[in-house]
């Protein structure tokens, strides 16, 4: 009853027919961004049937624009899901995924090919002012970050949140790291000695995660705000809710869900504020925003994780709450609508390139496909 009083209010709220959207083929080149998110679970958004957890935009996102409800990363954890959606291949093609090691970290020699092709060096052949923020998880040499893949700006964190420890160890001391937060130890977020990069240059080390999710959203503000009147693309990886999880003091402590909440709510936050500065700026008519995970949520850590809803098990398996994430598309064109065919981040690839006029890859084998005819009014 509760359930269906709160999808009545909302159809009160969010009025189809008051949206207006130019139909994409309409616009030679729309401005795209993506949001990938970091072991979010299918059911951890409103939209997506969670009781607790307040996520108006991202709801507002998907009631505008579409949810996708077998939408599907192409791993089940970091690294290789990373790979796929910036290339439109299956990990084991672009190389990275390993038979020992499933993911990079801090002491890897190596990182996603030169000779692959991402999203922002083919849209950058059509004009494209390119920007990643936070998460690469894609090599932390030099050689490997994103200026060297086809972004004009990097600012993030080159690996997991959880990685590069002060003693060396992939955990901080003691059995529980959230021991140490919930005590309020001043030194909890020091035990990770994660760098903050932007472009090849770190400039915070250990970085501030307290702030992180803030940072990120301002500065995808930032880019929006700079490169108005230039079409761009908009890679905005967050490092949470990857444990260890930290909210700013403005929703540390306010959510029902908890701590796990605070960081969600913070980040959907940060969503409201981008597309705030699109509507701004008049931009939201010709831009498509992508909203999905890299893969299921990390159930060990109970409390600290978040839910597959009625999917089984969570990150690390090829079970439905492994890879089975949300995903919307909202903006320009977008046909309103819940959509249950199948889909895959590898198909966003093909997708932006088609909606942009992007000359398709056609010297290697590409796993995603084009969905524009799907997501976009015709």
Same mark, same amino acid.
């Given at each position: 009853?509760?359930?269906?009083?709160?999808?009545?209010?909302?159809?009160?709220?969010? @009025?189809?027919?008051?949206? =207006?959207?130019?139909?994409?083929?309409?616009?030679?080149?729309?401005?795209?961004?993506?949001?990938?998110?970091?072991?979010?679970?299918?059911?951890? /958004?409103?939209?997506?049937?969670?009781?607790?957890?307040?996520?108006?935009?991202?709801?507002?996102?998907?009631?505008?624009? $579409?949810?996708?409800? $077998?939408?599907?990363?192409?791993?089940?954890?970091?690294?290789?899901?990373?790979?796929?959606?910036?290339?439109?291949? *299956?990990?084991?093609?672009?190389?990275?995924?390993?038979?020992?090691?499933?993911?990079?970290?801090?002491?890897? @020699?190596?990182? *996603?090919?030169? =000779?692959?092709? !991402?999203?922002?060096? @083919?849209? @950058?052949?059509? &004009?494209?002012?390119?920007?990643?923020?936070?998460?690469?998880?894609?090599?932390?040499?030099?050689?490997?970050?994103?200026?060297?893949?086809?972004?004009?700006?990097?600012?993030?964190?080159?690996?997991? #949140?959880?990685?590069?420890?002060?003693? &060396?160890?992939?955990?901080?001391?003691?059995?529980?790291?959230?021991?140490?937060?919930?005590?309020?130890?001043? &030194?909890?977020?020091?035990?990770?000695?994660?760098?903050?990069?932007?472009?090849?240059?770190?400039?915070?080390?250990?970085?501030?995660? !307290?702030?992180?999710?803030?940072?990120?959203?301002?500065?995808?503000?930032?880019?929006?705000? #700079?490169?108005?009147?230039?079409?761009?693309?908009?890679?905005?990886?967050?490092?949470?809710?990857?444990?260890?999880?930290?909210?700013?003091?403005?929703?540390?402590?306010?959510?029902?869900?908890? /701590?796990?909440?605070?960081?969600? +709510? +913070?980040?959907?936050?940060?969503?409201?504020?981008?597309? +705030?500065?699109?509507?701004?700026?008049? *931009?939201?008519?010709?831009?498509?925003?992508?909203?999905?995970?890299?893969?299921?949520?990390?159930?060990?850590?109970?409390?600290?994780?978040?839910?597959?809803?009625?999917?089984?098990?969570?990150?690390? !398996?090829?079970?439905?709450?492994?890879?089975?994430?949300?995903?919307?598309?909202?903006?320009?064109?977008?046909?309103? &609508?819940?959509?249950?065919?199948?889909?895959?981040?590898?198909?966003?690839?093909?997708?932006?390139?088609?909606?942009?006029? !992007? #000359?398709?890859?056609?010297?290697?084998?590409?796993?995603?496909?084009?969905?524009?005819?799907?997501?976009?009014?015709?």
């Amino acid at each position: 009853m509760i359930q269906l009083s709160l999808m009545l209010l909302t159809s009160l709220i969010f @009025k189809p027919e008051n949206i =207006s959207f130019q139909i994409v083929d309409q616009i030679e080149k729309p401005n795209f961004i993506i949001v990938f998110v970091d072991d979010m679970g299918y059911g951890d /958004l409103g939209s997506y049937g969670h009781p607790t957890i307040h996520t108006p935009n991202l709801d507002k996102m998907a009631y505008e624009g $579409q949810k996708w409800t $077998q939408f599907y990363s192409a791993s089940s954890v970091c690294t290789p899901s990373r790979a796929a959606i910036l290339t439109g291949r *299956l990990p084991i093609r672009n190389g990275m995924i390993g038979k020992r090691n499933r993911v990079l970290f801090p002491n890897s @020699k190596y990182g *996603l090919p030169n =000779s692959e092709i !991402t999203i922002a060096e @083919k849209l @950058k052949e059509s &004009g494209y002012k390119t920007a990643a923020i936070g998460k690469w998880h894609l090599g932390h040499k030099k050689e490997y970050l994103p200026l060297q893949h086809g972004f004009d700006y990097y600012y993030g964190i080159p690996y997991s #949140n959880d990685m590069d420890k002060m003693n &060396g160890e992939t955990c901080c001391p003691g059995s529980r790291y959230w021991q140490k937060y919930e005590n309020k130890n001043p &030194g909890s977020t020091k035990f990770y000695n994660v760098p903050l990069i932007e472009n090849n240059d770190i400039i915070e080390r250990p970085v501030d995660q !307290t702030t992180i999710t803030k940072r990120f959203s301002d500065k995808a503000v930032e880019f929006i705000k #700079n490169n108005k009147e230039d079409n761009f693309f908009i890679y905005l990886a967050h490092n949470l809710p990857h444990i260890p999880l930290y909210a700013s003091d403005d929703f540390l402590g306010k959510s029902k869900r908890g /701590l796990y909440g605070d960081v969600i +709510e +913070e980040i959907d936050h940060g969503m409201g504020l981008i597309m +705030e500065e699109l509507k701004k700026n008049h *931009l939201d008519k010709n831009t498509i925003v992508v909203f999905t995970s890299d893969n299921g949520p990390w159930l060990p850590f109970e409390t600290h994780s978040g839910s597959a809803g009625l999917l089984r098990e969570g990150k690390g !398996t090829t079970w439905e709450g492994g890879q089975r994430i949300p995903g919307i598309f909202w903006g320009a064109g977008i046909k309103p &609508g819940v959509i249950n065919d199948l889909g895959s981040t590898m198909d966003i690839f093909p997708t932006l390139l088609e909606m942009s006029n !992007t #000359n398709m890859v056609d010297d290697r084998i590409i796993d995603g496909v084009s969905i524009k005819k799907y997501v976009i009014k015709t």
